[in-house]
């Protein structure tokens, strides 16, 4: 059974960094992307941001030029820089896979609070 073990996150104060990580347990022949969604207290779980497995990275309007995501063969990081109160929100790795399905990680709290 595939496991995603994420690490990293926790509290920060605006305009710091952050840096979290998620590791793929399975085979990865089959991944089509991997990424990172969030979902901010009382809101809808959204996407931060992907990389597919070609490499090509999308990003949402509000982390652009701030957070960067990237692969290493079964791990995906996401380097989270000049952060915001509004970047607050449990993160959570997903990877898709070819024929529609998806694996999700457990969730880690990240809280950018002064």
């Known amino acids: 059974q595939v496991q995603l073990v994420e690490s990293g996150g926790g509290l920060v104060q605006p305009g710091g960094s952050l840096r979290r990580s998620c590791t793929h347990s399975g085979s990865t022949s089959n991944i089509v992307r991997m990424g990172w969604y969030r979902q901010p207290p009382g809101k809808q779980r959204e996407l931060v941001a992907t990389v597919a497995s070609r490499g090509r990275t999308t990003y949402a309007d509000s982390v652009k030029d701030r957070f960067t995501i990237s692969r290493d063969y079964n791990t995906v990081s996401l380097q989270m820089n000049s952060l915001k109160p509004d970047d607050t929100a449990v993160y959570y790795c997903?990877?898709?896979?070819?024929?529609?399905?998806?694996?999700w990680g457990q969730g880690t709290q990240v809280t950018v609070s002064s």
């Open positions: 997903n990877v898709e896979y070819w024929g529609g399905t998806a694996s």
